[in-house]
């Protein structure tokens, strides 16, 4: 079994990299894990532990549905938090609503919700996961800092590929292993 997900990954572009880096220095004092730059990315849908002998037949009917799916842009904007910036578990990127994007994650988790008992249909929020807050002692730093972003305008970026990842778990944090590239036309 493999741990797997559908996702787009993030290119590190020049205002993506400054903001991430303003945030590792701003928050320097607290206990932030910080994701590698080149993990980046937004999941579309999480499919937990896969037969590998499955893999073969998701990629091929993955590709199949992909074929009238055009490459399309995507706007980061603005950074939160899950939970509350008072008990923060993670930090992120925000993504503005897309038609695209929200398309993609129909046609994904229609595949593969009635396969899997993992795989449940829900509300998708877009995000693209910086950190994962261990403590923050200045939540008003924190406050801040996403006050200062609201909804800000960070980089638009063109999506012309989707990943299916394998997530392993490790004591340093998840590896991200590249099962499949798709390329949207």
């Avoid at 549905?65 to 939160?80: D, H, Q, R």
């Avoid at 609503?97 to 929200?102: E, I, P, V, Y």
Wanted: hydrophobic residues 40%; charged residues 30%.
């Amino acid at each position: 079994m493999k741990r797997t997900f559908f996702a787009i990954k993030i290119p590190l572009t020049k205002n993506i990299s400054e903001i991430y880096q303003r945030l590792k220095v701003e928050l320097k004092d607290e206990k932030v894990k910080w994701v590698e730059e080149w993990n980046l990315h937004i999941t579309i849908l999480f499919l937990g532990d896969t037969d590998e002998n499955d893999i073969g037949k998701i990629c091929d009917e993955f590709l199949l549905s992909l074929k009238e799916f055009n490459s399309f842009l995507l706007t980061v904007a603005g950074i939160g938090v899950f939970k509350s910036v008072y008990n923060p578990k993670a930090i992120w990127l925000g993504v503005k609503k897309s038609k695209d994007l929200n398309e993609l994650y129909e046609l994904i988790s229609d595949m593969f919700i009635s396969r899997s008992s993992e795989v449940q249909k829900k509300i998708f929020k877009p995000h693209i996961t910086i950190g994962r807050t261990k403590l923050i002692k200045n939540k008003n730093n924190l406050k801040k800092l996403i006050e200062d972003f609201n909804e800000k305008e960070i980089d638009q970026i063109k999506i012309n590929e989707i990943y299916y990842y394998e997530s392993i778990l490790t004591s340093k944090g998840p590896v991200y292993n590249v099962i499949r590239k798709f390329n949207l036309v």
